[in-house]
């Protein structure tokens, strides 16, 4: 029986790019950046302005696309 073309897509580099975000997420929320986005969504709740809410998602989606790239230039072989 052949495996779910998802499955076979799912390969250590993904998995690695995953634990990065989440390094990324739990480094915002132990790191000094919480209180900014805490303020965000505060901001967003009382002015029912939805564009901090998405300035606070893009945040944490530039910090998940940096990581995947770095470890994407990781994982190159070396020119030699």
Sequence with gaps: MRSHP???RIRPTNI???LAGAAVV???HV???QPVLDYLAQAAIHTRVI???IVA???G????GSAILTLRHLERPAVR
């Excluded at 989606?61 to 998940?64: A, I, K, M, R, Y």
């Design 6 to 8: 998802t499955l076979r």
């Design 16 to 18: 690695a790019a995953f």
């Design 26 to 28: 739990v480094a915002i």
């Design 31 to 33: 790191g000094g950046l």
């Design 51 to 53: 564009f901090l809410v």
């Design 57 to 59: 998602a893009l945040l």
């Design 61 to 64: 989606v530039v910090g998940l």
